[in-house]
């Protein structure tokens, strides 16, 4: 039988399928590709870095752990056998603290110890990691710097006077309490240099027979005779030692009655 041709009429209704098929397909391939794009652009996950950080602290008169964080990436397999060797060069340029130790992972905490006679002031923390394999191939990575700062401790200083209105020519007691920080608060603070200063002209000026050390309990007592009619202020004070920054008290105005 021979093919019959389509008709005018058949035409007319196939076309615009045909039409509508094609910019559906077209559309399906673009959604397809926008789909594609988005997929391929996302961001792979970010990887660890190598690096070192550490808190400021504080020098205390007694020996404390410093802490400071390592991350380190090795090659594959060389986490068998690591060890980290950090050193904490001080405001002077020299190497003030160091640790070394064996690590079981690539990142974590360790610590060095600082005992309170090192220098205040910024420091430079460094660190190389040394990693093996089981066959004892090893790899040495220098982590990068960091800095932290050490300040001196504080210290704390009241002052008691009595009597504080006493009459002409009495003995009038002061006593100078002096506390030093330390790692857990703050305690008396053993055989520190104290003074007492009166204010004058509007300026502090020592007076040079109150020098003196405080006792096992952190403090001084200095007995003075009243012989001046006019008001004075005084305040104690705690001069700078290897147990801290200085301090004053709070000032007292003593006047005879």
Request: aromatic share 6%; net charge positive; hydrophobic share 35%.
């Amino acid at each position: 039988m021979p093919d019959r041709q389509p008709t005018k009429r058949a035409l007319s209704r196939t076309l615009p399928r045909l039409r509508r098929l094609v910019v559906a397909t077209a559309c399906a391939a673009a959604i397809a590709a926008s789909v594609t794009l988005v997929t391929t652009s996302a961001a792979p996950a970010s990887a660890a870095t190598d690096g070192l950080s550490s808190p400021d602290g504080v020098l205390y008169q007694e020996c404390v752990k410093h802490p400071y964080r390592y991350s380190v990436t090795v090659p594959d397999g060389y986490d068998y056998e690591m060890t980290i060797d950090a050193k904490a060069i001080g405001p002077a340029g020299y190497v003030a603290e160091d640790d070394f130790r064996y690590i079981t992972s690539t990142s974590g905490t360790a610590s060095m110890l600082f005992c309170g006679d090192e220098k205040a002031g910024r420091y430079l923390l460094e660190a190389e990691v040394e990693a093996c394999d089981e066959s004892y191939n090893c790899d040495t990575i220098t982590l990068p710097s960091a800095r932290f700062r050490m300040r001196e401790a504080r210290t704390r200083t009241t002052l008691v006077i009595k009597p504080l209105r006493p009459r002409f020519n009495e003995v009038v007691r002061l006593v100078t309490t002096s506390r030093e920080e330390r790692s857990g608060g703050y305690a008396p603070a053993i055989y520190a240099p104290v003074g007492l200063e009166l204010r004058a002209q509007h300026r502090w000026t020592n007076v040079k027979a109150a020098k003196a050390r405080t006792d096992r309990h952190g403090r001084s007592v200095t007995r003075l005779r009243w012989n001046v009619r006019r008001p004075l202020t005084i305040r104690a004070i705690t001069l700078p030692s290897n147990h801290g920054a200085g301090s004053a008290s709070a000032a007292r105005t003593v006047r005879t009655r």
